[in-house]
């Protein structure tokens, strides 16, 4: 639920999820995070509590994509600001080699390319 609800951007339904007890590193069968799926969404506020619970900007799933790879690809400048800010990597490796700066080269993101 705390992955459904983080990638919908319902804030309120992951306060009250994480106040229950809801797991903030809950991982799917392919690896992916609650953060992963906030970060692919865009939605801040989602992803702000999930750190301040202590969800890893830095997790990896089955593919090697960490937070700051979705963020770049879906073009969430703010999202990328954000994970920056509490520590995210930007020199982390996908499992096709990618960091997300050359992600963002690549695609021709350039106010994400400043931001990294």
Sequence with gaps: PLTVAAGGGF????RVLI???AKVEH???RGNTPLLFAAGGGHV???IILIRHGANVNAQNAD???PLHRAVKE?????VNLLLDKGADKTIKNKGGQTPVQIADRSKK???VNAL
């Design 11 to 14: 804030s309120e339904v992951c």
């Design 19 to 21: 106040s229950g007890g």
């Design 27 to 29: 991982a799917t069968a």
């Design 45 to 47: 506020d989602c992803a």
């Design 64 to 66: 090697g994509e960490a």
């Design 75 to 79: 073009g969430h400048v703010k999202m």
């Design 110 to 112: 350039m106010d994400i």
